[in-house]
Antibody, heavy 122, light 107 residues
Framework: QLQLQESGPGLVKPSETLSLTCTVS??????????WAWIRQPPGKGLEWIAT???????YYNSSLKSRVTISVDTSKTQFSLKLSSITAADTAVYYC??????????????WGQGTTVTVSS | DIQMTQSPSSLSASVGDRVTITCRAS??????LNWYQQKPGKAPKLLIY???SLPSGVPSRFSGSGSGTDFTLTISSLQPEDFGAFYC?????????FGPGTKVDIK
C-alpha cells in the first residue's frame, strides 16, 4: 500500500530557502501512471495547491509561487523534493505531499502524506 | 484563477441527519470536482472524485452530484465519525483551487 512521508526542518528563517522531502514507499515513483503534488495549509486556514509533476516531464505550478518553487525527483531514493526560496512568515504552513491521478477525465489526489509543519521565524 | 465557494461555512447536525454541502465554481469546471474530508490534525482524505465517484473504502452514505459550476456533497445519514472539515477542489485548470471548507460538528 502506497505511503508518503514528508520531512523537513520545522523552523526556517525569513529569506532562507525551505527544503522538504517526500519519501514514497509501497509503490514505484518512476511511473507516468500518476503524478505527484505538493499542497500546503497555513495554520487555521484552507488548502493551497503548490505544484503537480510527473517523475519525468513537465510540471504544473501555482503561478503565485512558481518563481520561488523548485521541484525534483530522485527515483533512486524514491523521493521527491520541494524547495521554496525567499521564505516569509506567509509561508508558515503544514506542507503535504500527495499522489495525483491525471487520467482520462479524472484528476484527483488520492493518497496524502501526514504533513510536516514549517514555521518561518527568526 | 477559478474561485471556489462553499456553503454553509459550518453546520451542526445530529447522528442520522441528512447533510448537504454545496460548492460553486466561478466558471464551468465540467465534472472536475473532488471532495476531501479533513479531521483535526490530520491530512485530507479523498472522499469523492470527479463529482460523484467514491474511492474504495469510502462509505456509501457519502455521495456527490452536480455539473458545470454547482456541486453537492451529501451525507445520507450522519455518523459520529463524520465530523471535520470538508473541502471541494476543482482540477479543471491550474491552479487547482480548493474551496474554503465546511466545518461539520456532531450535536
Amino acid at each position: 500500500q502506497l505511503q508518503l512521508q514528508e520531512s523537513g526542518p520545522g523552523l526556517v528563517k525569513p529569506s532562507e530557502t525551505l527544503s522538504l522531502t517526500c519519501t514514497v514507499s509501497g509503490d514505484s515513483i518512476n511511473t507516468n501512471t500518476y503524478y505527484w503534488a505538493w499542497i500546503r495549509q497555513p495554520p487555521g486556514k484552507g488548502l493551497e495547491w503548490i505544484a503537480t509533476f510527473p517523475y519525468s516531464g513537465s510540471a504544473y505550478y501555482n503561478s503565485s509561487l512558481k518563481s520561488r518553487v523548485t521541484i525534483s525527483v530522485d527515483t533512486s531514493k524514491t523521493q521527491f523534493s520541494l524547495k521554496l526560496s525567499s521564505i516569509t512568515a506567509a509561508d508558515t504552513a503544514v506542507y503535504y505531499c500527495a499522489r495525483q491521478w491525471l487520467v482520462d477525465y479524472h484528476n484527483f489526489m488520492d493518497v496524502w502524506g501526514q504533513g510536516t509543519t514549517v514555521t518561518v521565524s527568526s | 484563477d477559478i474561485q471556489m465557494t462553499q456553503s454553509p461555512s459550518s453546520l451542526s447536525a445530529s447522528v442520522g441527519d441528512r447533510v448537504t454541502i454545496t460548492c460553486r465554481a466561478s466558471q464551468t469546471i465540467n465534472s472536475y470536482l473532488n471532495w476531501y474530508q479533513q479531521k483535526p490534525g490530520k491530512a485530507p482524505k479523498l472522499l469523492i472524485y470527479t463529482t460523484s465517484s467514491l474511492p474504495s473504502g469510502v462509505p456509501s452514505r457519502f455521495s456527490g452530484s452536480g455539473s458545470g459550476t454547482d456541486f453537492t456533497l451529501t451525507i445520507s445519514s450522519l455518523q459520529p465519525e463524520d465530523f471535520g472539515a470538508f473541502y471541494c477542489q476543482q482540477t479543471y485548470s491550474t491552479p487547482f483551487t480548493f474551496g474554503p471548507g465546511t466545518k461539520v460538528d456532531i450535536k
